[in-house]
């Protein structure tokens, strides 16, 4: 079944607004990991937060561990983010499984 | 940054024809991935090596073959390929442990 959840599975933001993007995994993972996709693009990654609050520039991961989730909060939105968020648990020598992705659209 | 590059970018390809779609990186990584991506799936790994010569299965294999020739060359080989393998393919590269993966640009693979 599937290892890794997210939701929602898409989202519409009005520009300057926080969204809240939420990741369920069905094992321990040993790390967890936040890509963006760039419509058309390749995967960039943005946190690596096995556990705990983690912060980069407008970007803030949660992760609670024994509660299998992990959310990635971004704060005053703009278009420029756009795209695709994954969420991936890492594995046995860093094999990655991916969730499906929550599409980000964020409108002027 | 970490250099992934992938070749071809575009790719048409005749059902039972073979395709080899080709990754290099540039920063001596020991470990390589591919992955496909379909709309609905995310991304899902096909093969992954640990260094020159090794190559390992992924979670979809099937249909599949996987060379690492070199620390910077790893190549996915499809020898009869299918309609159903019309994806976009991505190539990483990484240390393992905790660091990250670097991803390639992809490759927009079609199969008729």
């Known amino acids: 079944g599937q290892q890794v959840q997210q939701s929602p599975a898409s989202l519409v933001l009005q520009e300057g607004e926080n969204a809240e993007l939420q990741c369920n995994f069905s094992s321990t993972a040993t790390r967890l990991q936040w890509f963006y996709q760039r419509p058309g693009g390749s995967l960039v990654s943005l946190l690596y937060n096995p556990s705990g609050t983690k912060h980069t520039g407008r970007l803030t991961s949660t992760t609670v561990t024994k509660e299998r989730r992990s959310s990635l909060h971004i704060s005053s939105s703009q278009t420029t983010d756009s795209g695709t968020y994954f969420c991936a648990r890492a594995g046995g020598n860093n094999k990655l499984t991916f969730g499906q992705g929550t599409v980000l659209s964020v409108i002027p | 940054e970490a250099a992934v590059t992938q070749s071809p970018r575009n790719k048409v390809a005749v059902t039972g024809g073979k395709v080899t779609l080709s990754c290099n990186q540039t920063n001596n990584h020991n470990n390589m991935y591919w992955y496909r991506q379909d709309t609905g799936h995310g991304l899902r790994l096909i093969h992954y090596s640990y260094g020159a010569g090794s190559t390992e299965k992924g979670d979809i294999p099937d249909g599949y073959k996987a060379s690492r020739p070199s620390q910077e060359n790893f190549s996915l080989i499809l020898e009869l390929a299918t309609p159903s393998q019309t994806s976009v393919y991505f190539c990483?590269?990484?240390?393992?442990?905790?660091?990250?993966?670097?991803f390639g640009p992809g490759t927009r693979l079609l199969v008729l």
């Open positions: 990483a590269s990484g240390w393992g442990g905790q660091d990250t993966q670097y």
